[in-house]
């Protein structure tokens, strides 16, 4: 009898290590699980970033050859014929215009002359340089 109870004890037992040693196979499978899917992710973030940095052009560096031939077009020019003039409050290209030319359709030449991108947004103030126009 006492080997009955002792064998039961020891299947008992047996029985407990079995069932932690499968939770700790099951924590095992879900942890590399896991750890694969991060490195999946890994290495596709790495290869998008990659990708990404493949389709961006690389900045263009003139060599010193290059330079000496570059013309700088977007510095007005400090022309003897040209007059300054401010802008004032409530003052538009085209007021100003009629006012040197008579005429203010004429208003794009000041605006190309200054270099001012949008023509109908230009602040009171600013410093404008007005081409005289050839008699």
């Given at each position: ?72 077009s977007a ?21 100003v215009a ?38």
């Amino acid at each position: 009898m006492a080997r009955k109870k002792q064998s039961k004890k020891t299947v008992k037992k047996n029985v407990v290590q079995d069932f932690m040693a499968q939770n700790d196979l099951q924590e095992l499978k879900r942890l590399v699980t896991e750890k694969r899917e991060a490195l999946y992710i890994g290495a596709i973030t790495l290869l998008i970033g990659i990708g990404i940095g493949l389709m961006i052009p690389k900045q263009y560096t003139p060599q010193s050859s290059e330079i000496k031939e570059m013309k700088v077009s977007a510095v007005p020019s400090k022309d003897v014929s040209a007059e300054s003039y401010t802008l004032q409050e409530g003052e538009s290209l085209s007021d100003v215009a009629e006012k040197f030319y008579g005429d203010p359709q004429l208003y794009t030449k000041i605006a190309e002359y200054n270099n001012i991108a949008n023509p109908d947004v230009v602040a009171p103030g600013t410093m404008l340089r007005i081409e005289k126009m050839a008699k």
